[in-house]
T-cell receptor, first 117, second 113 residues
Framework: KAGVTQTPRYLIKTRGQQVTLSCSPI?????VSWYQQTPGQGLQFLFE???????NKGNFPGRFSGRQFSNSRSEMNVSTLELGDSALYLC????????????????FGAGTRLSVL | AQSVSQHNHHVILSEAASLELGCNYS??????LFWYVQYPGQHLQLLLK??????LVKGIKGFEAEFIKSKFSFNLRKPSVQWSDTAEYFC???????????FGGGTRVLVKP
C-alpha cells in the first residue's frame, strides 16, 4: 500500500508570492492533517480535514489555508509568503475521524521543504 | 491547552549504552501518547503508541515506553542502542479534539560507533 505522498518535495519562492502544497493520503484514509516543522518552533499543527471539512485549526495566521477534496487528497496554500514561512511542511493521514477514545495513528509523508528568499 | 515537554535536546552516547528520553505532557483529559522517530533524511515514523491498558508498551527496534499517569510522563527507553539509532525522537500527545497531535521539541540522539 502506498504511503502518504507529498508534492513537490522542494520549493523555492520569494517573499510575497503564494504557494500550494499537495498531499495524497494513504488509500482509504479520510483524515489529513498538516504540520509545520522548523528548527526554532519544532513541529506545529496547522489544520486537520476530514470528509472535506476543516475540523481543527492551529495558531497560524489566515495566510495559511487548506482544503480537502472528495477523494481525500488535500492541499494547503500559503499566501503572501514571508521569510519565516521557510519550513518543512508535513502531511499526515489517518483512517478515521478521531476524537475521544479513538485509537488512530497518523502516518506522515516525507514533507515539502519550502524555502522563501 | 495541551503541551509536551522533552527534557533533553541532545543526547550523545556510545553503542551498547542504555537510552532513556523523558517526556512530560500537560493535559487534563484522556490522552493517546506516541513516540515518533525521524532518521536523517527520512520521514517521521511511529516507534510506539499508548492508547490504554498496560502502561508499558513495546515498539519497533527494541524500544519501549512507560506511561505513568500520576506523573504525566511517557518516557522512552532502549536497553542497548546501536549506531543506527542516531535520529531525532519526538514525543506526541493526542487529546480529545480530532486527530491533532501536539509534539514535544524533539531530542537529537547521536550514537557513536
Amino acid at each position: 500500500k502506498a504511503g502518504v505522498t507529498q508534492t513537490p518535495r522542494y520549493l523555492i519562492k520569494t517573499r510575497g508570492q503564494q504557494v500550494t502544497l499537495s498531499c495524497s493520503p494513504i488509500s482509504g484514509h479520510r483524515s489529513v492533517s498538516w504540520y509545520q516543522q522548523t528548527p526554532g518552533q519544532g513541529l506545529q499543527f496547522l489544520f486537520e480535514y476530514f470528509s472535506e471539512t476543516q475540523r481543527n485549526k492551529g495558531n497560524f495566521p489566515g495566510r495559511f489555508s487548506g482544503r480537502q477534496f472528495s477523494n481525500s487528497r488535500s492541499e494547503m496554500n500559503v499566501s503572501t509568503l514571508e521569510l519565516g514561512d521557510s519550513a518543512l511542511y508535513l502531511c499526515a493521514s489517518t483512517l478515521l475521524a478521531g476524537g475521544p477514545g479513538a485509537k488512530n495513528i497518523q502516518y506522515f509523508g516525507a514533507g515539502t521543504r519550502l524555502s522563501v528568499l | 491547552a495541551q503541551s509536551v515537554s522533552q527534557h533533553n535536546h541532545h543526547v550523545i552516547l556510545s553503542e551498547a549504552a542504555s537510552l532513556e528520553l523523558g517526556c512530560n505532557y500537560s493535559y487534563g483529559g484522556t490522552v493517546n501518547l506516541f513516540w515518533y522517530v525521524q532518521y536523517p533524511g527520512q520521514h517521521l515514523q511511529l516507534l510506539l503508541k499508548y492508547f490504554s491498558g498496560d502502561p508499558l508498551v513495546k515498539g519497533i527496534k527494541g524500544f519501549e515506553a512507560e506511561f505513568i499517569k500520576s506523573k504525566f510522563s511517557f518516557n522512552l527507553r532502549k536497553p542497548s542502542v546501536q549506531w543506527s539509532d542516531t535520529a531525532e525522537y519526538f514525543c506526541a500527545v493526542k487529546g480529545a479534539a480530532g486527530n491533532k497531535l501536539t509534539f514535544g521539541g524533539g531530542t537529537r540522539v547521536l550514537v557513536k560507533p
